[in-house]
Every structure is written in C-alpha cells, then in structure tokens.
C-alpha cells in the first residue's frame, strides 16, 4: 500500500507487519505502568485503580495495545474494530462520576508511556530511525482515535441524561400545574426528578429557546421546562432576600413574566397570572423588555383580565372619536389619557406630552366638543380611563 493510500489518522497501517513480535513482549509492563501512573496522576482514579476496576483496565489497556500490533501493516476497515468498547468506556466514566477532563487526561498518559517504552524495545531490537518515527505518530494517532471514541460515548450518555432529566422536569411541572394534583403524585415525580418539593414558589413564564439553560440562568434550585409555545420554570422560595433581584439581572432584557410566590398546591394561580401578564407583555401593555413581576402590574391584570368586554367598553365610550382622521384619533387618545392621569391639570399634562398648555386647551376644548359631559362624570371618566387601555386601533 502506497502512502497516498493510507488515511494520514491510521498510519500504523504503513508499519511493517514484522514490527508486532518485536514489540509483543513489551504490553503487559507497559499497561501495568500506565494503570499505576493514572491511579498516581490523576485524583478521579486513585482509588478505582486498587481494586477489580483496576484489574480491568489493565487488562483492556493491554487488549488495546495488542490490537494495534495485530493491525499494523494491515488494510483496516472504514470503521476501526472495538469501536463499542470505547463508546462505553466513556459511557461508564460519565456515569461514575468522572469529569471528561480526567478521562481525556488517562488516555494522554497512556500514550506518552506506550510511545516511550515501545520506542525503547523498538531501539533494542535495532528498528530504523524512520520506522521508529512512523511507529510514534501511529501510537498517538492510535491513542486519539480510542479517545475520542470514549468522548463521544461521554457526550452520547449526557445527552441521554440531559434529554430523561428534562422529561422528568416536565412531568413534574405539568402535574403541579394541573389544579388539584395529589401531594403523594407530586412528591414521587419530586423523587423522580431530584428535585425537593419548595415550601413556596412562583412560576415564571418566558419566551427562552432551552429550557435547561433558562433553569440555570435563574439558578437557585429552579427547574423548567416547554408548555407548549412558551418555556415555564419552577422557581422555589421566590421571596428570599435578593432573589427576584438576582432573577431580574439574570434574565437581563429578555421578555419574562413571574407569578406571585404561592405553596405548591396553588402553583396554578402563579402559573396563571405569569402567563397572563406575559401575554401582556407580547401586545405592549406591560413593558415588554425585562423581568414582569405580576405583583406590579396586577391593575393591569385586572382592567385586561375580560379583552372582549374592554374592546366592548372602548367601543362604546370613544364612539365619539370614530369619525376622525387615525393622526387626529391618536393625538386626542393620547391627551385625553394625560389630561385623566393628571387629574385635568393642563399645566401637568402639557409637561407629560411636551407640548404648550394652549396646545392642550385647544384639544381639551375639541375632546368637550366631542364628549360632552362625560368629561365632568366621574363615572364616565373612570370608564374612558379604562377603555383608553386599549391599544390605537383597537377599541
């Protein structure tokens, strides 16, 4: 097989077949001593390496470096043989426990001492400076194949994970949102998820694209999941010092609603005003940018709780601004909203719009006209108040 031939990742296909029994009765120190430097070296493994998990490794580290001499100067197929095997290994390191950095870190020192002591019988047995060079990029390029085929079985088995913790949060969230939940039914998926049921929480609802990012980016024990278009969390014990604040910081400008913080088995309610002051939040009435505590905004949950009577009432109390131009509609919306705020005062409500008081005299005058007494009903004027909550166009 020419070089050109050879896939530049597996050049221990180029070494000469003669090359094994040379090196054959090296193996067994050589993964006796890798396993004795990973236990010394790394503190993930100290202990594990005592004991059968020990004996295990040494025996597979001794398998794979057999496996590399037997397929020296040999066509290999696309995939290499024992592929599995080291889809597991890192399958078992993540459920051990052990960071990928340990791992990645056992299989360096596994190729350092492989090179190092086949380098030496290689020596012994008079090997060419050449070959011996090849034989040094094939162990590494050996070495890093079987690592990063444990880093993809690592990464295979977190996702797994990744994907059942976030189902198990989901079915824990819709059940304690569904009104009337068992505790016993909560307390099992609790169990389920790890996750200590709250004495209190609040329920936040939001536009975020992952939920397990939006569970961290709140932190403090919180939990989320999707519920349909929007992403609901969890979040326990809302009114402890600082943590609304926290939240606020963390979400930063992104669109989020919190309901009021409840005992669990009335989470529905928060989740109910969250989502509601969310859809607030979505058609401009309560300011979309930020964190919407519903604790401040529940007028606006009120007056917008029946849409359909409110567009009924705007129908009805701004009838008299139907027959104008939309510019002409706006503007005298906009000063007739002022004007109430203010309690009529012109001065105070041309400051509010930045305009001259005679501007606002004129339209004040031209809202009479138009109004009649309503403008001096206090009745009348509550309700326009309310119907002037309704977006330009809308009523």
Same mark, same amino acid.
């Given at each position: 097989m020419s070089e050109q031939e050879i896939p530049l990742e597996r050049s221990w296909q180029s070494l000469p077949r003669e090359l094994g029994p040379l090196l054959e009765p090296a193996l067994g120190p050589i993964a006796e001593e890798i396993v004795r430097t990973i236990g010394a070296s790394i503190p993930a493994y100290r202990?594990?390496?005592?004991?059968?998990?020990?004996?295990?490794?040494?025996?597979? #580290?001794?398998?794979?470096?057999?496996?590399?001499?037997?397929?020296?100067?040999?066509?290999? !197929?696309?995939?290499? !043989?024992? %592929?599995?095997v080291y889809l597991a290994v890192g399958r078992g390191e993540l459920r051990s426990g052990r960071t990928l950095d340990a791992l990645q870190n056992a299989y360096r020192i596994g190729a350092r001492i492989a090179w190092r002591r086949m380098a030496a019988a290689a020596r012994e047995a008079g090997v060419d400076g050449p070959t011996q060079a090849l034989l040094a990029e094939a162990i590494f390029a050996y070495i890093d194949e079987l690592s990063a085929e444990s880093v993809e079985g690592y990464a295979r088995e977190q996702a797994a994970d990744a994907g059942e913790r976030e189902r198990r949060h989901r079915r824990l969230i819709v059940a304690v949102l569904a009104p009337g939940t068992p505790r016993e039914e909560l307390e099992r998926l609790a169990d389920g998820a790890d996750w200590p049921l709250p004495g209190t929480l609040a329920v936040l609802v939001c536009t975020h694209r992952n939920p397990g990012r939006l569970a961290a980016i709140i932190g403090d024990g919180a939990i989320a999941a999707r519920i349909e278009d929007k992403v609901v969390a969890l979040v326990p014990d809302p009114d402890a010092p600082g943590r609304r604040g926290r939240i606020a910081r963390a979400l930063g400008a992104r669109a989020a609603a919190l309901g009021p913080a409840v005992p669990i088995e009335r989470a529905p309610t928060s989740h109910e005003r969250a989502a509601r002051c969310s859809e607030l939040q979505s058609v401009g009435v309560i300011p979309e940018a930020g964190l919407a505590d519903s604790e401040?905004?529940?007028?606006?949950?009120?007056?917008?709780?029946?849409?359909?009577?409110?567009?009924?009432?705007?129908?009805?109390?701004?009838?008299?601004?139907?027959?104008?131009?939309?510019?002409?509609?706006?503007?005298?919306?906009?000063?007739?909203? $002022?004007?109430? %705020?203010?309690?009529?005062? #012109?001065?105070?409500? $041309?400051?509010?719009?930045?305009?001259?008081?005679?501007?606002?005299?004129?339209? #004040? $005058?031209?809202?009479?006209?138009?109004?009649?007494?309503?403008?001096?009903?206090?009745?009348?004027?509550?309700?326009?108040?309310?119907?002037?909550?309704?977006a330009p166009g809308e009523g």
């Open positions: 202990r594990p390496m005592r004991g059968a998990f020990g004996r295990g490794v040494n025996a597979a #580290i001794e398998q794979a470096l057999r496996q590399f001499l037997d397929q020296m100067g040999r066509p290999a !197929p696309a995939q290499r !043989p024992g %592929r599995e401040e905004h529940l007028a606006a949950l009120v007056v917008h709780s029946d849409p359909a009577a409110l567009r009924d009432l705007a129908e009805r109390r701004l009838e008299p601004l139907r027959g104008l131009t939309r510019v002409q509609q706006t503007r005298l919306r906009t000063t007739l909203a $002022a004007w109430l %705020r203010h309690q009529g005062s #012109i001065s105070e409500t $041309a400051a509010d719009l930045v305009v001259h008081p005679q501007t606002v005299r004129y339209r #004040i $005058a031209r809202l009479r006209e138009l109004f009649g007494s309503q403008l001096d009903d206090p009745d009348a004027r509550f309700e326009l108040g309310l119907a002037l909550q309704q």
